[in-house]
């Protein structure tokens, strides 16, 4: 798993936020006595859970100590549970009325059989929601994975590369109609407008520093950071022009939610 850097990954928190208010908005739990977040990163949109459901018992559940560090910060009323732990590790016991995973997944390998194993969990009329990003072909991630494989050190880069971590939307809904009577999968594509102020030198490769860099930034040293990152950006500039607007980033995401039953 990837040093996380809550700062960074704050950026453009608009755009990394609205899928998972997407997400949430069509799980019909009306009054869950306890909700889960797996993967629940900075804490915000886990808060945002406990407004939905002000008499759930919420819980985070991250692998990043700084990411739980932050969302405790954020979390001035006490409200949630915040819980260090491996998602891939994790067991409902005892299984929760509700399971959220936002853009998480996608770290994790093998996660249709953890999947399987939650909703086997999860008591009747409980419910699964999940997102995972389905951009791993956009320009972006190919240019990532071009410049790991042309440098010095591809050994080393080629390790922390994600080819196709994901699976597809059928993939999903034919899982969670194993175990589910309601079974809502979609998937979107976010025109991303970024940066339309014009503030930063190269927002799409600022966006990708908070997530699909991490384990890359990683395995180099500063100095080959710096040098990575250059290309990286000069990359960028041709696959995603500035126009008078902003610099507009397509980007795909996968959502799936199943209710129990």
Not at 66 to 92: S, T
Not at 210 to 239: I, M
Request: aromatic share 8%; glycine share 6%; hydrophobic share 45%.
């Amino acid at each position: 798993m990837a040093t996380w850097d809550p700062q960074q990954y704050e950026h453009f928190s608009d755009l990394r936020n609205r899928p998972f208010a997407d997400l949430v908005a069509r799980v019909g739990a009306e009054a869950p006595k306890s909700v889960v977040d797996l993967g629940c990163g900075n804490g915000p949109l886990t808060i945002s859970l406990a407004q939905r459901w002000p008499e759930a018992t919420i819980t985070g559940i991250d692998s990043s100590p700084a990411m739980l560090e932050r969302a405790r910060a954020l979390d001035a009323a006490g409200r949630i549970r915040w819980e260090q732990g491996d998602v891939a590790a994790w067991q409902p016991s005892p299984a929760p009325d509700v399971i959220v995973t936002n853009a998480t997944l996608q770290w994790v390998p093998g996660h249709v059989a953890l999947i399987e194993s939650w909703l086997r969990a999860l008591p009747a009329g409980g419910w699964f929601a999940m997102q995972v990003p389905g951009n791993f072909d956009a320009p972006s991630h190919r240019i990532i994975r071009e410049v790991a494989r042309a440098h010095r050190r591809a050994d080393d880069l080629v390790g922390a590369l994600r080819e196709a971590p994901v699976e597809t939307p059928e993939r999903y809904a034919e899982v969670l109609a194993a175990a589910c009577g309601h079974v809502d999968v979609w998937e979107t594509t976010y025109l991303q407008i970024l940066d339309p102020q014009g503030a930063q030198r190269s927002p799409v490769l600022e966006w990708v520093k908070g997530t699909a860099l991490r384990p890359l930034l990683d395995v180099l040293n500063e100095s080959e950071q710096e040098a990575f990152l250059a290309e990286l950006t000069q990359r960028f500039d041709a696959a995603y022009p500035r126009a008078s607007y902003g610099v507009a980033m397509p980007f795909r995401r996968i959502f799936a939610v199943g209710r129990k039953g």
